[in-house]
């Protein structure tokens, strides 16, 4: 089972970027999805999540207002769309799949409640 994230790349501050998250070798449209990330240097730290229905979601302060999680069940897809970036936003981007069988609403900003990792996809804001 494998998470595949795509969509990273060297942009301006200010610029956007989509992230996508698309598992192989099953599906997880039961489990809550999340997107964590990396600076060099730093530890791991949450950036968003969402609910297994889609129906509820989650950000961290520093992102609040510039991202936005999404998810397609029936493309067993999740996305983030990063806009406004900034050099802070560096940093190599995750994508995590919760263990399945929550409610519908659950999600989780905490990294030990995912069980499935993406190899992750680096963002790099630099002018």
């Known amino acids: 089972v494998q998470l595949q994230a795509s969509g990273g790349g060297l942009v301006q501050p200010g610029a956007s970027l989509r992230l996508s998250c698309a598992p192989s070798?099953?599906?997880?449209?039961?489990?809550?999805m999340g997107w964590f990330r990396q600076a060099a240097g730093k530890e791991r730290e949450f950036v968003s999540t969402?609910?297994?229905?889609?129906?509820?979601?989650s950000y961290a302060d520093s992102v609040k207002g510039r991202f936005t999680i999404s998810r397609d069940n029936a493309k067993n897809t999740v996305y983030l769309q990063m806009n406004s970036l900034k050099s802070e936003d560096t940093g190599v981007y995750y994508c995590?799949?919760?263990?399945?069988?929550?409610?519908?609403?659950?999600?989780?900003?905490?990294?030990?409640?995912?069980?499935?990792w993406g190899q992750g996809t680096q963002v790099t804001v630099s002018s």
């Open positions: 995590a799949a919760s263990k399945p069988g929550f409610s519908t609403q659950w999600f989780s900003s905490n990294a030990d409640d995912y069980i499935y």
């Open positions: 969402v609910s297994r229905s889609a129906g509820r979601t």
């Open positions: 070798g099953r599906t997880f449209s039961g489990s809550a």
